[in-house]
């Protein structure tokens, strides 16, 4: 259709992807920096399109179950050996 479309791939992105999957609507980004989905979890693979087809935007709601459980759940905080990831509650 003439529009400028890049594919972005594991370890070829422009973007950042997990937030351009949270934004889509696909889950929410967890204490660890990963996006959790509702169905799979982290274990997922993200791929995505940019491209300057004019599309539309529809608006992105803060899953607050993921962001209510990582505040008390804190696993990947204590388990990281160097310490990287904050107890401090994600927002
Ligand atoms: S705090 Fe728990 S739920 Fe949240 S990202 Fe870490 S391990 Fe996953």
Known sequence: MGYAAR???VDNYDVLATLVARDAGLGEIGRHSLLITPRLGTRVRLGLVTTDLP???HTWRSDA???DFCAVCKKCADSCPSNSIPRTTVT
């Open 65 to 67: 179950s993921v962001l």
């Open 7 to 9: 594919a972005q791939i």
């Open 55 to 57: 599309l539309v935007a």
